[in-house]
């Protein structure tokens, strides 16, 4: 190869068979010439490309050779180092899951091999081993924030009430952008999607459809995350009109796709942004790409009896906007009827224990009655004890001695590391992860599970143990409006009309004993 180009080697032992895998990831010094044939006698060396399954020569002076040489020098944004971050901003936790999820051998190798090796392995680090750092898209998909990073990796929803006016809400979703496609979808599932029902005198079957297709909506959701540039600081912004769904990306798609070529069902792209990053959505079947996105909302949208979908762009290609009209008989027969029977008769379904994180990431006021009994059904056992234990940091030693269970693989693995990987249980030296002194403790996540999990209904206020040098548990009545404080040395104190979002901020603050005599005593009736 022309300029010198080393792949990646990975040998494996499978089926009693040594084989030997090779990684060909985009190099730093492209576009590449190779022999035209194996020959000594024959020196000429060509560029190729792929068209399809088809491996084809490059011409001199060709559109394609121009392209090419355009890409001199240039590396994706997305597999360019990061100065900024260092090596330990890679989320082992995250990383382990993925390759669960994807059911990789290196998934047990994960938890024996150096982490930097790890990092090597999934391509998500470069450098020397002294100067090691993690790449954007290492960041982008295995950091928690990264929009430390990248200002534009999150999500903005808004939800409006009105065809017009200001009448709306907004939330933002953040973490690492699988967990924000994931937690999107999820809201759509619980909140947006609904199956409806129209029976029709003049046919015995009763219609039924979908007011907008999930698979439409996943797969916008997925295209606008894995196709916008994280070079720029703008969002993807979806908007939830009463009649159509709006998922705006930036910038649009690349050249030569346009305008004219966006109204076809079937859109041919050669080049793609973030094909690190969609190497990794593949392997977690939330992106086929290929080209497969655009006809998948099509025909989906059609197969449900909804509009036909509409995708723009300007004639810069500064942004892409993909707009799903409502099925036309959700508005035009059901009405009011829909919105009636929403709080009626849809029930919440938890199937797993990894689709409570989207919730327990909402503010406390927005989790419906119906949420809160659906995660307290499916969370169960051993749990609740085990990150209320942890508020502090806990040995694993003390853990089992907590819920009295002698401590082996299977013990561990069925009430540590199960937790560890939801991500309400965190180890105190996550790099070292057989180090004696780990130790774990209780993430925000699982302390606003425990704060959920820990209600009761009947009106009786329960208190939710926290981590204090002076206050035990804190409590809040949603209906009187009354929080409760047990202190270390025995007294429970009540205060009466206290807004629910002090009650919010002071289970968040980690300092809790400053915020009770700063915002709390003084400002707030004691209850007699």
């Known amino acids: 190869m022309s300029p010198v180009y080393v792949p990646v080697f990975q040998p494996y032992f499978i089926n009693e068979k040594h084989i030997l895998i ?48 355009e890409l001199t020098a240039r590396i994706p944004f997305d597999d360019r180092i990061n100065q900024v971050a260092k090596l330990d901003d890679l989320n082992l936790r995250l990383m382990q ?19 930097s090796e790890l990092c090597r392995h999934l391509m998500i680090a470069k450098g020397s081993d002294e100067l090691l750092r993690p790449t954007n898209a290492g960041l982008l998909l295995f950091n928690e924030h990264p929009e430390k990073y990248f200002p534009g990796a999150r999500i903005e929803l808004i939800i409006h009430a009105n065809k017009v006016g200001k009448d709306y809400t907004e939330k933002i979703f953040t973490g690492s952008i699988i967990q924000q496609i994931r937690d999107v979808i999820q809201y759509f599932q619980a909140n947006v999607i609904e199956e409806l029902v129209v029976k029709s005198p003049n046919q015995a079957e009763s219609i039924r459809f979908f007011n907008y297709p999930f698979q439409a909506i996943e797969e916008a959701v997925v295209n606008a995350v894995y196709h916008k540039s994280y ?66 909302i099509h025909r989906s949208m059609e197969e449900n009896g909804s509009p036909p979908p509409v995708f723009e762009t300007d004639e810069n290609n500064a942004y892409f906007l993909c707009t799903l009209t409502i099925h036309p008989l959700a508005n035009a027969f059901l009405g009011s009827q829909v919105e009636a029977r929403r709080d009626e008769d849809k029930v919440l379904k938890i199937n797993y224990m990894t689709d409570v994180n989207p919730y327990l990431r909402l503010l406390s006021s927005e989790l419906t009655v119906q949420v809160r009994d659906a995660i307290k059904q499916n969370v169960k056992g051993t749990i609740h004890e085990i990150l209320s234990y942890c508020l502090e940091p806990k040995s694993s030693d003390s853990i089992f001695d907590k819920i009295g269970l002698y401590k082996n693989t299977k013990n561990y ?54 981590s204090s040098s002076s206050i035990a548990s804190i409590g809040y009545d949603k209906v009187l409006h009354v929080l409760e404080i047990e202190f270390h040395h025995g007294a429970i104190a009540k205060f009466k009309d206290v807004p629910l979002k002090v009650f919010e901020e002071f289970m968040s603050t980690a300092a809790k004993t400053s915020y009770f005599l700063n915002e709390i005593k003084g400002k707030f009736d004691i209850v007699s």
């Open 22 to 69: 090779v990684f060909a990831p985009a190099g730093d010094n492209r576009p590449y010439k190779a022999p035209v044939s194996l020959s000594e006698k024959k020196t000429e060396r060509a560029m190729y490309i792929k068209r399809g399954s088809t491996t084809v020569k490059v011409k001199e002076s060709s559109d394609d050779e121009r392209r090419l040489i």
């Open 97 to 115: 899951n993925y390759l669960k999820e994807v059911m990789s051998a290196l998934y047990e190798e994960s938890t024996r091999m150096p982490f």
């Open 231 to 296: 070079e720029r600081e703008n969002p993807v912004e979806i908007q939830i009109h009463p009649n159509r769904i709006e998922i705006l990306s930036f910038p649009g798609p690349m050249p030569p796709v346009n305008q004219a070529m966006l109204k076809k069902q079937r859109v041919v792209a050669r080049d793609y942004r973030n094909r690190k990053i969609g190497s990794f959505l593949k392997e977690l079947k939330l992106t086929e790409g290929r080209g497969t996105g655009l006809p998948l």
């Open 413 to 466: 693995n069925r009430h540590i590391k199960v937790l560890l990987e939801f991500g309400w249980l965190q180890q105190t030296t996550p790099d070292k992860l057989r180090s004696k002194n780990q130790k774990y403790y209780t993430t925000e996540l699982g302390k606003k599970l425990i704060e959920i999990i820990s209600e009761d209904y009947s009106g009786e206020t329960f208190r939710v143990p926290v």
